[in-house]
């Protein structure tokens, strides 16, 4: 094989994996618009549908086998289950996303991951995830605003059952069974008096 028969082929060879990798990255983000339409029409299963059909593509399987997962597509399908209430597999889907170095989609990721845990009232592990959030951007007003009501519910949740409370519960209870007076001594029923 000559040298310029080897330069030909490597060419058509880029030419066809810049095609396949343009093709497979216009249909990624035009699946994407389209999910957005859907979502705002409550069309949550079309959406995961397009998902699935984008992900079960031949490129997709390429990328795939090579080993790298698209963190776009598993966030979008993240948001999705979210919204069909399928917790658990949204925060699978949510941790794949959390995988990727554009910080954007892994602060997007986290705080909805955080949201997620926050509905299962586990308000500590929902303010670390609030908290690695303001790590990437500090200036994420929601996940500050997040983080204050996480650590107010875990305040109140810890005062909820702390010995102070129950002690105080009991001396409550103890009180409402000592009769006031002897005015109703002998009647049917113990009346409270306050």
């Known amino acids: 094989m000559s040298g310029k028969n080897f330069i030909t082929l490597f060419l058509l060879v880029s030419a066809f994996i810049l095609i396949v990798y343009g093709y497979t990255y216009y249909r990624k983000y035009s699946t994407i618009a389209l999910l957005d339409e859907k979502i705002k029409m409550g069309r949550y299963q079309d959406g995961l ?4 059909q984008l992900q079960d593509s031949l490129s997709f399987r390429i990328l795939k086998a090579a080993g790298k997962e698209d963190p776009v597509i598993s966030y979008n ?4 289950y979210a919204l069909l209430e399928n917790k658990k597999q949204a925060h699978i889907e949510y941790r794949k996303a959390m995988e990727t170095n554009d910080p954007v ?13 926050a509905t299962d009232m586990d308000f500590s592990t929902a303010a670390l995830q ?6 990437i951007d500090a200036h994420d007003f929601q996940a500050k605003k997040n983080l204050e009501r996480m ?13 102070e409370q129950l002690e105080r519960e009991d001396r409550i ?3 409402k069974l000592i009769p006031w ?3 109703y001594r002998f009647s049917g029923d113990q009346k409270i008096r306050w």
């Open 77 to 80: 399908k993240g948001v999705l």
């Open 130 to 135: 609030y908290t690695e959030v303001l790590k």
């Open 105 to 117: 989609l892994k602060a997007r990721a986290i705080y909805n991951n955080a949201n997620l845990i």
């Open 173 to 175: 209870e103890a009180l």
């Open 49 to 52: 549908a397009a998902l699935q």
């Open 151 to 163: 650590r107010l519910g875990e305040q109140q949740f810890n005062t909820m059952f702390s010995p």
């Open 181 to 183: 007076g002897t005015k």
